[in-house]
């Protein structure tokens, strides 16, 4: 595989990148709404048929038939996970008791 292979990759993975801070930072406003909702129900399912729809909208652009862009774009998804999971953990706390 040559450098010009590798190329079209950098976007499909920096597109899954983007829809896995959309679709994880979504979630994460929904479970933060869902607290203080007279709904639960109906805020986690819209917010699951709008996430997974865009998601998967967004794979099926991004791949464009090429299953080497689909798992770019997947491996970007996944460290977008990563990455919103990191950016939203509780503080530690400054003052440990033992």
Wanted: aromatic fraction near 12%; glycine fraction near 10%; charge should be positive.
């Amino acid at each position: 595989m040559t450098a010009n292979d590798l190329l079209p990759l950098i976007p499909a993975g920096a597109a899954g990148l983007a829809l896995g801070a959309i679709f994880f930072g979504g979630l994460l406003w929904t479970v933060r709404k869902v607290v203080s909702s007279p709904w639960p129900a109906l805020w986690v399912l819209t917010s699951l048929v709008l996430r997974m729809g865009m998601a998967l909208a967004g794979f099926y652009f991004v791949s464009d038939g090429d299953w080497r862009r689909l798992l770019a774009c997947l491996a970007g998804f996944a460290a977008a996970r990563l990455a919103v999971t990191w950016l939203s953990r509780p503080a530690a706390e400054a003052d440990h008791a033992p």
